[in-house]
């Protein structure tokens, strides 16, 4: 899961909109709405509710304060760098 697609996860576990969402990453709704039907495959849900609901049973996202926040799992997993980043420290 990209920084993105998480951030767009918690904004969608607040009820915001495509719109809103746009608004407050600087994405078009069209590129939100990408990036949760990227989600949806990934987690293999029909739609946006059970997209949140797998969050939360999976722990990505925290149920236990308001407003919802990303897990810490969800950020040790952002912290992790990609497989395909390339090799920048120094031998």
């Known amino acids: 899961m990209t920084p993105t697609q998480a951030q767009i996860l918690v904004e969608l576990s607040r009820g915001q909109g495509y719109d809103s969402i746009g608004r407050r990453l600087y994405l078009a709704p069209a590129t939100?709405?990408?990036?949760?039907?990227?989600?949806q495959a990934?987690?293999?849900?029909?739609?946006?509710?059970a997209l949140?609901?797998?969050?939360?049973?999976?722990g990505i996202?925290?149920?236990d304060q308001w407003p919802i926040e990303a897990?810490?799992?969800l950020h040790a997993t952002?912290?992790?760098?990609?497989?395909?980043a390339p090799d920048t420290s120094v031998s």
């Open 32 to 39: 939100v709405a990408y990036h949760v039907a990227k989600l």
């Open 61 to 63: 996202l925290a149920g």
């Open 78 to 84: 952002l912290a992790e760098p990609c497989a395909d």
């Open 71 to 73: 897990s810490g799992l």
């Open 42 to 49: 990934k987690f293999r849900v029909p739609n946006r509710a």
């Open 52 to 58: 949140v609901a797998a969050a939360f049973v999976f």
